[in-house]
Nanobody, 124 residues
Framework: QVQLVESGGGLVQAGGSLRLSCAASGRTFSSYAMGWFRQAPGTEREFVARINRSGGSTYYADSVKGRFTISRDNPKNTVYLQMNSLKPEDTAVYYC?????????????????WGQGTQVTVSS
């Protein structure tokens, strides 16, 4: 079991930046690949970014590539999502999730553990 708690969401103007954090507790954090997803009202949960166990490999959705950066600090049991050049269409609840498997996946159901989410609102 691993427990995940997101923080860092808020209201920001278009073009601004936010950094989300996800603190993990429970089983060994470095055993999991970590992902960020988001969900806007009336839409399905959408993959944003993924980082492997060591932090040496990352993968992004096309919609955020070049603007968002995922990173992790294993000794601190934390994964981050740095979001720059934010757009109104980035508005959503952002979730972090943990995946026990090595193979890259963007499918939410493949991730075993989820945080409660943090709201990000980008005004135009």
């Amino acid at each position: 079991q691993v427990q995940l708690v997101e923080s860092g969401g808020g209201l920001v103007q278009a073009g601004g930046s936010l950094r989300l954090s996800c603190a993990a507790s429970g089983r060994t954090f470095s055993s999991y690949a970590m992902g960020w997803f988001r969900q806007a009202p009336g839409t399905e949960r959408e993959f944003v970014a993924r980082i492997n166990r060591s932090g040496g490999s990352t993968y992004y959705a096309d919609s955020v590539k070049g603007r968002f950066t995922i990173s992790r600090d294993n000794p601190k049991n934390t994964v981050y999502l740095q979001m720059n050049s934010l757009k109104p269409e980035d508005t959503a609840v952002y979730y972090c999730a943990a995946d026990l498997y090595v193979a890259v996946t963007t499918t939410p159901s493949r991730y075993a553990y989820w945080g409660q989410g943090t709201q990000v609102t980008v005004s135009s």
